[in-house]
């Protein structure tokens, strides 16, 4: 149950553990498992972007089950630049936790626009989110679609 969850401040302790989240997804997706596979490098949680102003674990107090980065952009705006939640306890409402989180987060760093490059599957649980799709964007992978969502005064 997400109440089971406390939305907490990322922090560098966390990367393994947020990691091994990261590559949980990844297998549980046969679509992008083997090109990730053959490229193991593109799957990172860099540690110097786990710091309390720029992500949130979703945690029950003996284990991370999900995260989001938020990265500020030359633009001003901010990218949610990762949203994992262990695929075991997806459809708990704990993204939706994250996602409000990280939207605090953005506009902590002054942001009015919180953008996202979504997965396809992941488009659904975006447009929920109020993310509007704004384009598409070309990466390592194929292209994907190009998300943003409007802060409260941005």
Request: glycine share 10%; net charge negative.
């Amino acid at each position: 149950m997400a109440s089971d969850y406390i939305i907490r401040a990322g922090t560098a302790a966390d990367q393994p553990a947020l990691l091994a989240i990261v590559w949980k997804t990844v297998m549980a997706n046969p679509r992008d498992r083997d090109a990730l596979l053959a490229h193991p490098e593109a799957v990172q949680v860099p540690v110097d972007h786990l710091t309390p102003a720029t992500a949130c674990v979703a945690d029950d107090g003996s284990a991370p089950a999900g995260f989001a980065i938020v990265l500020p952009r030359p633009d001003g705006q901010a990218e949610l630049d990762g949203l994992f939640v262990d695929p075991a306890l997806q459809r708990l409402g704990l993204g939706r936790r994250l996602v409000e989180r990280a939207r605090h987060l953005a506009g902590a760093m002054g942001a009015g626009e919180l953008h996202v490059i979504g997965h396809d599957d992941a488009l659904p649980f975006y447009l929920s989110m109020g993310f509007v799709q704004i384009g598409a964007a070309e990466t390592q992978f194929g292209t994907a679609p190009l998300l943003c969502l409007k802060l409260a005064g941005g």
